[in-house]
């Protein structure tokens, strides 16, 4: 999968959400809070993974099988990429801005 094919699959999925939701295009942003709330649904889901695989959780929750560690992040992203193809957010330029960002700094 190359990016590409990743902003086929949010632009996609996006169609899809609002359609669900019978939104359109013009009224859209009343998912905004919702999608923002699952943002916040899924990194909860990934920091128990982050924990699972480092031990520290309660023991029932380690008995547990789980595997879903790599999953969680990608819920993470794909939900965080919703939300931006949702408020108009060019990603991937805010990718490039910030990374280009990242890589002047001196550490």
């Known amino acids: 999968m190359n990016m590409q094919d990743f902003l086929t699959f ?8 609002l359609a669900y939701y019978q939104v359109d295009e013009g009224g859209k942003q009343v998912l905004d809070f919702p999608m923002v709330a699952k943002i916040t649904e899924e990194l909860g889901e990934l920091s128990q993974e982050v924990l699972r695989s480092h031990g520290y959780q309660r023991k029932e929750k380690l008995a547990k099988e789980s595997g879903a560690l790599a999953d969680e992040f990608a819920d993470v992203l794909i939900t965080t990429c919703l939300l931006a193809k949702n408020m108009d957010i060019d990603i991937v330029s805010a990718l490039e801005r910030k990374m280009d960002k990242i890589a002047e700094r001196v550490y």
């Open 10 to 17: 949010i632009n996609t999925e996006h169609k899809r959400l």
